[in-house]
């Protein structure tokens, strides 16, 4: 039951910082140390400032693929 | 046995929406409760997305859970990242629902409820769902690519550029008539004033929070700017009583015009963390936060509708705006029932993170579906405010006059009685000087908002929190759209000039920035200045424009679809597009023609410029002009005006004719030619 509970809650933080364009940041840690394990990972933070810059900049960084 | 019992209940949702949809459209004389058209739209929607949406997805587009999507093909964590439905639903939700759903309803009341609602209901299911669900596949087949690149690719060079054009034609009215939203609804106000302007330090303050103290904390800072949001509508309510206070912002409408223009343009230019980034946050979980309040609210408080579910303004004398319903409810109502703006959307963001093609039904369709019930619950917003004081803020003072006494007159002439005192009781209840000629929609639907919300909290003492509260709701996402919209349309911009001179192009040089920004700015910033000097207030003749464009867009988004489908060699299931098409082009070529060469001045824009000249010609001043240079500054505002119509005429059959000589040659192919990417399978273990 709190399990689940503490599931959706994390589920509904997701939800919305994807509204403001802010993928999560474990999802993207995960994928780049299992596909790219040579290459470097970003920090949260500097994560967080280069999906700021995204959404709304104009310089956008082409994917990794 | 099986069959009938799967579909019994969807019957029985059907039968609910047909006899809800009769008791409004039927009732006569008599009011009726607002749930009965929330009940309708949504058994309506429900079976339209069990039937119509599903067979859209098997037989028409024949989706295909196999197939990888870009998400999972690029893969980065970033920009393409296989994304759960339902959290995408909200992304994609939160992306497409801005102020054209609530202004457009609005507006549209001056029919009554009943035109406008059946549109918003029918319009979704048949035009406006199909385009952002179309769309979305059609993006979705190749790598996510935007609309003017697959109009480009599927249509030819020239179309493309053409649509291009026209895209960023839309977005310079679209921003325009957003501010002149803006400008109507605090013009005067000093509360309303204060409360926006206090957003400013507000966001910088989030901003800097977020940058330095404790990065990435979005949830937290959004909770910290919502309590100061809040604290600010309080502080507003105090400032404009206080004497000194209270003229420090008060401003009328040109001044307030003014500050618009140096923000968008200071604004634009900031470092994205500054400003515009936390008040998106606000703006976005405010604006999801206040749907899903007035959703409860109305099934809680279930009120009456108030305005008639037909009024005699459908002979298009109607004093908001002027036109016949047909074509111009179409036009007006514009994002609840269909939105081209949406089709940049469902070709932006959203295909880049959708997991699987199945879930593009649930997120295009459904979206769009969600969208449309906030259209309808600002159609049951403005209906339940009493109608003489619907029409007292939505008419222009060359109609009712500057005195309530002149105003509850003419008004109650009409048929809605209503007497001055509850125009100053009115006013005074939502804690503003007067609330006459408050065109624009946002100040209307906040005092329908404002009358739901204190009956659910607050009661009558809480009337001018909720008001002030609808207001900065509406004016902070607005803002949030001048800002993130100028620096797109710069971008945009910065593109199309670059084709000619190359060095405008880079957007790491501050001359070129500044010099797009400039011109954007200044596009904007004109038509929003020529709005604000109108003779008939502005909405009359931006509105439409705004709502001609829009369509106009959508039906370019559905032709090319259409072409998509013929180019697949599935002409036979190409009504589903041609349908919605052919109706949006009926309507937006019509309303555009008469919004040029209309005789009545009150619809064609030459028939206005040329009234205005005739007086000129005689030496005579006509109001509310108070001068000749003023005269002639209203000459060639309609000029202009009769020229980009005249312009999204031409872009929308250039592009009809582009699109009937691609599907006579693919359907004289013996072959699918589509440009879609080739298939290939989502890796085991991903589906």
């Known amino acids: 039951m709190f399990n689940d509970l503490s599931k959706f809650g994390k589920y509904l933080g997701q939800a919305a910082k994807m509204m403001v364009g802010l993928p999560d940041y474990e999802t993207y840690a995960a994928h780049r140390r299992t596909t790219h394990p040579e290459l470097p990972v970003m920090t949260e933070i500097e994560f967080f400032r280069e999906r700021q810059e995204a959404r709304y900049g104009a310089g956008r960084s082409g994917g990794c693929c | ?687």
């Open chain 2, 1 to 687: 046995m099986n069959i009938v019992s799967k579909h019994l209940i969807w019957w029985f949702l059907t039968a609910i929406g047909v006899f809800s949809l009769g008791t409004v459209a039927l009732s006569r004389g008599e009011t009726i409760n607002a749930l009965w058209i929330v009940v309708a739209a949504v058994s309506i929607y429900l079976v339209a997305y069990r039937y119509y949406s599903l067979y859209i997805a098997d037989k028409v587009m024949q989706l295909d859970p196999t197939r990888a999507t870009p998400a999972v093909r690029h893969n980065d964590g970033l920009d393409y990242v296989p994304t759960n439905k339902y959290i995408l639903f909200g992304h994609h939700f939160a992306a497409i629902a801005g102020a054209g759903p609530l202004v457009g309803p609005v507006l549209a009341a001056q029919m009554g409820y009943l035109p406008g609602t059946l549109w918003i209901i029918i319009g979704v299911v048949l035009a406006g769902a199909v385009q952002d669900f179309m769309v979305l596949f059609v993006s979705t087949r190749r790598d996510g690519r935007s609309l003017g690149d697959l109009v480009k690719s599927e249509l030819g060079l020239v179309p493309g550029i053409i649509a291009l054009f026209g895209t960023f034609l839309i977005m310079v009215i679209i921003l325009a008539v957003l501010a002149l939203i803006v400008v109507k609804a605090l013009a005067a106000s000093p509360w309303g004033t204060f409360t926006v302007a206090a957003t400013i330090p507000i966001a910088m303050f989030m901003g800097v929070y977020n940058r330095f103290i404790r990065p990435g904390r979005v949830g937290e800072i959004s909770i910290i700017g919502f309590v100061l949001l809040i604290a600010s509508i309080i502080v507003g309510g105090q400032v404009a009583q206080d004497p000194t206070l209270a003229p420090m912002f008060t401003f009328d409408a040109k001044q307030l015009t003014w500050m618009l223009i140096v923000y968008g343009f200071v604004a634009s230019v900031l470092p994205v963390w500054l400003l515009l980034a936390p008040r998106d946050y606000l703006s976005t979980f405010l604006k999801i936060g206040t749907i899903l309040g007035l959703a409860l609210s109305i099934v809680f408080v279930a009120p009456n509708l108030r305005m008639p579910a037909v009024t005699q303004f459908i002979d298009g004398t109607g004093p908001a705006w002027s036109g016949s319903l047909f074509p111009f409810i179409f036009i007006t109502i514009a994002c609840g029932a269909v939105s081209g703006f949406h089709a940049l959307i469902s070709s932006g963001t959203t295909p880049k993170l959708l997991d699987n093609e199945k879930n593009a039904r649930m997120i295009g369709y459904g979206g769009m579906l969600m969208e449309s019930f906030v259209a309808v619950m600002a159609m049951v917003a403005a209906s339940v405010i009493d109608p003489g004081i619907y029409f007292a803020m939505n008419s222009p003072p060359a109609i009712i006059g500057n005195t309530v006494v002149n105003a509850a007159q003419v008004i109650s002439q009409w048929g809605f009685v209503i007497t001055p005192e509850v125009l100053i009781q009115t006013a005074k209840d939502v804690g503003e000087t007067s609330i006459l000629s408050r065109a624009g929609g946002a100040p209307t639907l906040a005092v329908g908002m404002a009358q739901i919300f204190s009956q659910v909290i607050g009661g009558q003492a809480m009337m001018a929190f909720w008001y002030h509260f609808a207001i900065l709701f509406e004016a902070l996402f607005i803002l949030t759209a001048c800002d993130a919209g100028t620096r797109a349309g710069r971008f945009m911009l910065q593109d199309l000039l670059g084709t000619f001179v190359p060095s405008l192009r880079s957007t790491r040089s501050w001359p070129a920035n500044l010099i797009a920004t400039g011109l954007c700015v200044a596009a904007w910033g004109y038509i929003l200045y020529q709005g604000v000097v109108d003779p008939l207030g502005g909405i009359n003749s931006l509105w439409p424009l705004f709502g001609i464009s829009n369509q106009m867009l959508a039906g370019v988004a559905l032709m090319l679809c259409t072409v998509v489908l013929f180019k697949m060699k599935r002409q036979q299931y190409a009504w589903v597009t041609i349908l919605p098409t052919t109706w949006l082009l009926i309507c937006t070529l019509t309303a555009g023609w008469e919004k040029v060469f209309h005789a009545n001045p009150k619809i064609g824009f030459l028939a206005l410029a040329n009234k205005f000249q005739a007086a000129l010609d005689k030496g005579e001043i006509l109001a509310p002009a108070k001068s000749i240079e003023q005269m002639k500054q209203i000459v060639f505002n309609n000029n202009l005006d009769a020229v980009l119509a005249m312009f999204f005429i031409f872009v929308v059959v250039s592009i009809l004719f582009y699109t009937i000589v691609a599907c006579l040659k693919a359907s004289r192919e013996g072959k699918p030619t589509s440009s879609e990417l080739p298939y290939e399978a989502i890796p085991a273990g991903k589906a």
